[in-house]
């Protein structure tokens, strides 16, 4: 009896989850468009429900959201897991177009010198993932359309810039730390002092503090399309994006022409990539001398192949390696691409192994050293898994004619280079493949950031703004950090010139394309709380770089500190103040 009774009390519920469950649409006896009353109900009560089960259809919250194919036969999807591996794949390929763009630039770089390739193309070519991804942000669709979906390109614009300032510029303070010596300048490979906020730094030459300036100024074309909103009126918004849109393709082409005349970057690039060449051979001279595999299947060193490395090229028996000893070894290599300075290289290679200053390099520098050239190397070049004795040469082949950072007379010239036809053809192909992978793939990549921000209802600005930057901009961040662990002055002058190059082509290049894209779409500017954040960032930290060239561990705390802070910034205006 109790079991029978307990049973229809569930009967209440049931039918309550199933009404819940089902939908319909209340319609009169007579017409669909006069509701069904309590009084028609009970005197037709058949008619009533089947008029209710035929004719009802699902409220426009029920329909199921249909997504479209981007070119037709990609996929795409509604949820947020499928959108997520969407971003995230999209994001890979467009990694690797960064990726493929950089090892094109550098290879070309090489074969044509610094000048008019270096100077105009190189630039232009670095910042094109990220000018794809902004023009696509609001090519397509209709002016609605395109206003929604442009505030993506924005956050790339922000994202870009605010990542290479904070996190990326703080990561490489971090690793590049050298102990800061009495005269307020950080010393190339000394590191004892620890995490010493104040006694533990970086140091930059003074041509990288121009470089800070530069960076600086090219905020200005934010400034003049903002200028209609900081006076709080809609008129003359219109001629504000063209004028901007002109100043910051001026600023283009000054900064390229900048790069024409005053080459030193490039000779830096330059410098590094011979240096690494002569590291290859080294290594390649190691594993050819049959004393054993210098890697591991699991891709760690062989510290016994590399001691017996040591003994063998110490002739003396001294247990150190001597300057005429590192220049005997060259000597013997043969270095078939590159005819370089022996004494420069002997030079740079005790700067790499002798950490304790001695002017001699002893068995644990020895092995330290080539450890950290053999991890180099495996970042390098791809590998499927077994690290076999091919890996060595394929690292030499990718690393020809490199050198050392220093910019001395030597890193001025360009050298010879075997069969440069085949190399040109390759720098091409490899320019062309990741200007395609880029060109395909970013309006995919933006559909699928648009899709997982409408599945999360989380605004698409910060989507783009944390995740864009780490697919466009990871090659050059992984590049800059492997500077900088270098822990020379000329390895962080490089690296942070590289960084403000970054921002100055963002900030006119990919601002130029932007602003373009809204002057010809005839899309509204309504991005104050964005470049708010862009100018904070970019004041801030330009005027911190550009008139000192010595930046002790606690200055990494304020650029860190400085991304998170831009997202509160841009939340509380949008969306507590609503500026945007």
Request: with cysteine; net charge negative; hydrophobic share 45%.
């Amino acid at each position: 009896m109790a079991t029978r009774r307990l049973s229809f009390r569930f009967v209440p519920l049931l039918l309550f989850l199933l009404a819940a469950a089902a939908y319909g649409r209340l319609i009169s006896d007579g017409s669909p468009t006069t509701p069904v009353t309590s009084t028609s109900l009970l005197s037709n009560p058949v008619s009533a429900v089947i008029r209710l089960s035929t004719s009802a259809s699902p409220p426009p919250a029920a329909v199921e959201e249909k997504c479209e194919q981007s070119y037709g036969f990609l996929p795409c999807t509604t949820t947020v897991l499928g959108n997520l591996f969407l971003v995230l794949a999209y994001g890979f390929l467009m990694y690797k177009a960064a990726t493929y763009l950089s090892a094109g630039s550098e290879l070309l770089l090489e074969i044509m010198g610094p000048g008019l390739v270096g100077g105009l193309l190189l630039p232009i070519l670095g910042a094109l993932p990220d000018a794809l991804l902004v023009l696509v942000s609001g090519l397509s669709g209709s002016r609605e359309t395109a206003q929604s979906q442009v505030l993506i390109g924005m956050g790339l614009l922000a994202g870009s810039t605010v990542f290479l300032l904070t996190v990326l510029w703080g990561t490489c303070v971090v690793v590049g730390k050298c102990d800061i010596g009495p005269n307020g300048v950080a010393v190339d490979l000394q590191d004892n002092k620890g995490s010493s906020l104040t006694g533990t730094g970086i140091s930059t030459d003074v041509q990288t503090s121009y470089a800070a300036r530069i960076m600086w100024i090219s905020v200005i074309p934010f400034i003049i399309a903002q200028f209609p909103k900081m006076l709080k009126t809609q008129h003359g918004q219109r001629l504000a994006v063209l004028l901007a849109l002109i100043v910051s393709f001026l600023l283009v082409l000054a900064y390229c022409l900048y790069q024409v005349f005053q080459p030193w970057i490039q000779r830096r690039k330059l410098a590094y990539a011979k240096h690494k060449h002569v590291i290859s051979g080294i290594l390649r001279h190691a594993q050819m001398e049959a004393l054993g595999r210098l890697l591991n299947e699991d891709g760690t060193p062989n510290e016994n192949v590399l001691r017996k490395l040591f003994h063998k090229i110490d002739m003396d028996q001294s247990q150190t390696l001597s300057r005429a000893e590192l220049h005997a070894l060259l000597v013997g290599i043969n270095f078939e691409e590159v005819d370089f300075d022996k004494e420069d290289a002997v030079e740079k290679i005790m700067d790499d192994f002798d950490t304790s200053g001695n002017d001699i390099v002893e068995e644990a520098e020895f092995v330290a050293g080539m450890k950290r050239w053999l991890n180099e190397a495996k970042r390098s070049v791809p590998t499927s898994g077994a690290y076999s004795n091919k890996f060595i040469t394929d690292y030499h082949a990718r690393t020809r004619q490199e050198h050392d950072l220093l910019v001395d007379r030597s890193d001025e010239t360009v050298e010879s280079v075997e069969n440069p036809g085949w190399c040109i053809t390759k720098a091409v192909g490899l320019l062309l493949l990741g200007s395609a992978i880029a060109a395909a793939f970013a309006d995919p990549l933006v559909d699928a950031v648009h899709n997982f921000s409408n599945a999360t209802h989380i605004p698409s600005f910060f989507i783009s703004f944390i995740s864009l930057p780490l697919a466009t901009n990871s090659s050059e961040a992984v590049s800059a950090i492997i500077f900088a662990s270098r822990k020379k002055l000329r390895t962080s002058s490089l690296t942070f010139s590289e960084v403000y190059g970054g921002v100055t082509m963002n900030n006119t290049l990919c601002l130029g394309v932007f602003l373009a894209l809204i002057y010809i779409r005839n899309l509204t500017w309504d991005f104050s709380s964005e470049v708010l954040i862009i100018l904070l960032v970019c004041v801030i930290m330009g005027l911190f770089t550009s008139f000192r060239t010595t930046f002790p561990l606690w200055t990494c705390l304020v650029a860190y500190m400085l991304y998170p802070l831009s997202l509160v910034v841009v939340y509380i205006l949008d969306f507590v103040f609503g500026w945007s």
